[in-house]
């Protein structure tokens, strides 16, 4: 489902006198319907490896392979249109303040050009699969975190994507909350068979809900399996 072969990323140091390396040479391979985790410190490259599954980061080298295509070889409006398989999550959300629920969902749809009925019978569905339906009309201030967030998985779900990219989508909430909305991940991969990669530094997140996991620390992978033995009591 998702390859990533030999990725390297140089950014330039703080003083703009040297480079240094926020991935190198790392290899990853998610396979359809895995919840796939990404753990390490701060710091240690995992946002700038899973932006690159979408090329909002074009990683110095190395080769990007969604789906059998090469995304590294691809145009910019040929990525436009990859992109839209591929939802994002955020730790902080990223909601429109001036648009109601919604509005925030329905908004990658209006930017596709979608007509108003047609948005609608997507809209109101995932809505629903999200448990937000009775505060549809609700700006985000007058929701909770955990109730953000689930606005931001519908929305991100609004394009039909086959992959979900999570960047710590629970680090700002919290415990019960994170517990809700790991659940509503299990059941989105389950019954929209979707395959997600989630960042995230916790070890219990990945732990409960991941399948495979990579541990990454100073742009290397330094450990890569099955969660189970990634993770075994010594
Ligand atoms: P993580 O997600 O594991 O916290 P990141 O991928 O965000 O790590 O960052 C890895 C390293 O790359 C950090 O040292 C960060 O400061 C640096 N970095 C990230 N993005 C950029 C950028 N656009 N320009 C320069 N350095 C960056
Ligand atoms: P705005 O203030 O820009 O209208 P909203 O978030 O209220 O932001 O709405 C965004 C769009 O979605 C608008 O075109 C609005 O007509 C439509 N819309 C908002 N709520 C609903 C709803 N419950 N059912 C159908 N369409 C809605």
Do not use: W
């Not at 932006?51 to 910019?76: A, F, H, Q, W, Y």
């Not at 929209?192 to 997140?205: C, P, Q, R």
């Amino acid at each position: 489902m998702i390859e990533l072969k030999h990725i390297t990323q140089e950014y330039d140091t703080a003083d703009g006198k040297g480079k240094f390396f926020a991935c190198k040479d790392v290899n990853v391979h998610v396979k359809p319907g895995d919840i796939f985790g990404i753990i390490g410190r701060s710091g240690a490259g995992k946002s700038t490896l899973v932006r690159c599954i979408n090329l909002l980061n074009r990683p110095t080298s190395g080769s990007v392979i969604v789906d059998g295509k090469d995304l590294t070889k691809m145009s910019e409006s040929e990525l436009r249109e990859e992109r839209r398989s591929i939802g994002m999550i955020f730790q902080h959300f990223n909601l429109l303040s001036s648009r109601t629920v919604y509005g925030n969902v329905a908004l990658p749809l209006e930017l596709a050009g979608m007509p108003k009925d047609k948005i609608r019978e997507k809209v109101m569905p995932l809505i629903e699969l999200v448990g937000l339906s009775e505060h549809v009309n609700k700006y985000p201030s007058q929701l909770s975190g955990g109730q953000k967030q689930r606005v931001g998985i519908a929305r991100a779900l609004s394009s039909d994507p086959k992959i979900l990219l999570s960047d710590e989508a629970t680090s700002a909430l919290d415990p019960e909350t994170t517990q809700a909305t790991l659940q509503l991940l299990k059941k989105i991969n389950k019954e929209l068979g979707l395959t997600i990669v989630m960042i995230t530094h916790e070890m219990d997140v990945v732990k409960q809900i991941c399948n495979r996991v990579v541990v990454m620390n100073k742009g290397v992978v330094v450990e890569e399996g099955a969660v189970l033995e990634v993770f075994r009591d010594p």
